[in-house]
């Protein structure tokens, strides 16, 4: 169970979200202030930070630039400042994701899901979503727990989407992953490894999960499910 | 009478009143001199000659006299005005831009200074209004963002038919809310005249496309990039990000599910997005876009202001927005340099 620092000065949004949390498997401790969060912190590990910016004693962001060196858990922001540039101060300042009131208990829990599979020192080995199930350290695949036979690219591909579930992967980032740089990449190899992968997967009964979006990149999403 | 209303026509009347007083006065002085009655007019004889007098001794010096100053008055006036005929072309010219609009007053003929002076304090004015109405629109928008953020946890822990439709309005007004932001941002942004830099408008179609693409799949539409000619061009990268973002999201909601929208990336210094809708006539765009200028904010739909603070973005850059219905393309235009 991931265990969350909540650092919001608003008392009953901290323990909604708390609440929320809890019902998806999120332990979280809640501090009121940067200084309930330093004592807090001192004492406990923690997997994330969810923080709120505007607090009774500072500013999150200069907080969390402060903490910088430290370098982790990873911080997601909450905030009501929505403006263009904010968002992109917000991850200057060393958060690594960024939400805007209002949000649903759904959204939050999606992007914490997310950082908690980044590649990292808390990483988790075993990458799960939906039905798909891949272990880093053995670099085996499996969908409903029958293994996948993945040649290296196809599961160097679904590591990495993955570990983004949710969000696109953009192609070139997928082609600086997969291929060294000495080793030159037709159009169409990444598509070719694509499909591939596809096709195993539908196979496998892990139907319309991976996407593409024209253009741009691949997406594995979670099972569409009625909510 | 009418004429009186123009300072031309002013000039007119007092001129022929003095030629009607001076011709008078003339008349009175021949007479005297001449020591002509009106007897003597009765004798038909004497008339010839007393119309030549009259002819020789007022009219022709009267003539000689109006005619030039009726000329001279009409040019002189006509130039001390031209200052303000332009200042007036200007302030109509600015009506898209909503800062910063001043008269110059050093050009302007003496007597008309005064009231330059007044309209420009009136400007001034208008700008300290208008920036106080912005950063109100943006610090409401921000203090209702935490209550909604309560709401819309609460509504989390409820089940049933009316917490959906409870939901989707709290999304409606989130929606409402960041456009405010937005406009009040692009406002302030364009009033403080922020310098533009590059921006690489593939790779930002690229970014937005990126973006919104998983809440599209989840809503069971499409989307895709098409092309990489648009190229660069100087811009505040997150307004022309935020307009393309109204853009697709606009797009998104007139599209049929099962269908695909497409940014175009296909002309140099422009993006396009097109939908599966029925293509928006330049009329109806016309409409959507003067929404904020009439301040009719009858939506029902949710399309909101979105349209609207996309063609201020486009403003605020020196391109536009134009729809090509045929096509159902609506499509970002920025100057080429």
Redesign the interface.
């Known amino acids: 169970m991931a265990r969350l620092l909540v650092i919001e000065d ?1 008392e ?2 901290a323990a ?2 708390a ?2 949390l809890a019902g998806l498997g999120y332990r979280s401790d809640i501090a009121h202030s940067l200084a309930d969060a330093d004592a807090a912190l001192a004492v406990a590990a923690f997997d994330v930070i969810v923080l709120d910016l505007g607090l009774p004693d500072g500013d999150g962001l200069d907080w969390l630039r402060a903490r910088q060196p430290a370098g982790e858990p990873p911080a997601l922001i909450l905030t ?6 904010d968002r ?1 101060n917000g991850l200057d300042a060393g958060a690594d994701d960024y939400l ?7 959204e939050l829990a999606a992007r914490l899901r997310a950082l908690l599979r980044r590649p990292g020192r808390r990483a988790e080995p075993v990458l799960k979503v939906g039905s798909i199930k891949y272990d880093s350290t053995s670099r085996s695949a499996s969908v409903d727990d029958r293994p996948l036979d993945l040649a290296r690219r196809e599961a160097d591909l679904l590591e990495l989407l993955l570990r983004r579930a ?3 992967v ?1 192609r070139r980032s997928i082609e600086d992953a997969l291929y060294r740089l000495d080793e030159a990449v037709t159009p169409n190899a990444l598509e070719a490894i694509v499909s591939r992968l596809r096709r195993k997967l539908d196979d496998a009964g892990a139907v319309g999960q991976l ?1 593409t ?5 691949y ?1 594995l ?1 979670e099972p ?1 499910q009625a909510r | 009478m009418k004429g009186s209303d123009s300072i031309v026509g002013r000039l007119t009347l007092s001129l022929t009143l003095v030629a009607l007083i001076g011709a008078l006065l003339l008349l009175l002085f021949i007479g005297i001199e001449y020591r002509m009655s009106f007897a003597e007019l009765s004798d038909a004889s004497a008339l010839p000659a007393i119309i030549h007098e009259l002819t020789e001794h007022v009219v022709i010096p009267m003539l000689l006299l109006a005619t030039p100053m009726t000329l001279t008055g009409l040019w002189a006036i006509r130039r001390a005005l031209k200052p303000l005929e332009e200042a007036a072309r200007k302030i109509d010219a600015a009506q898209g831009q909503s800062r910063g609009v001043r008269v110059e007053v050093e050009s302007l003929p003496l007597e008309a200074k005064p009231f330059a002076r007044s309209v420009n304090a009136l400007l001034d004015r208008v700008d300290v209004a208008a920036a106080m109405h912005e950063a109100f629109a943006a610090d409401i928008a921000h203090e209702l963002r935490t209550p909604l953020t309560l709401l819309s946890l609460e509504l989390d822990q409820l089940d049933g038919a009316k917490s959906e439709q409870l939901r989707l309005d709290v999304g409606a007004m989130r929606r409402l809310i960041d456009q405010l932001m937005l406009l009040a941002q692009v406002d302030a942004e364009r009033a403080a005249h922020t310098s533009p830099t590059p921006v690489d408008l593939v790779e930002l179609a690229g970014d937005v496309v990126a973006q919104m693409a998983p809440a599209a799949l989840a809503d069971g539409r499409q989307i895709e990039l098409n092309g990489e000619n648009s190229g660069v061009v100087p811009g505040r990268r997150e307004a022309i990000a935020a307009a393309l973002r109204n853009l697709v999201e606009n797009a998104l909601r007139v599209t049929p599910a099962g269908d695909t929208v497409v940014v175009l990336a296909d002309r140099p210094g422009e993006l396009a997005v097109r939908d599966g809708g029925e293509g928006l006539s330049p009329e109806r765009l016309d409409i959507l876009v003067q929404r904020l200028r009439r301040a009719d904010h009858a939506s029902s739909n949710g399309a909101g202001l979105g349209l609207a603070i996309v063609a201020r973005i486009m403003a605020a850059h020196g391109g536009r927005l134009v729809t090509n219905p045929d096509r159902r393309e609506l499509r970002l235009i920025f100057p080429l340099c």
């Open positions: 608003n009953r949004l909604l979200i609440e929320g009501a400042r929505g403006g263009l540039e992109v805007v009131k209002p949000f649903s208990v759904e949710g969000q696109v953009r996407h979006v024209r253009g741009v990149g997406l999403r569409d």
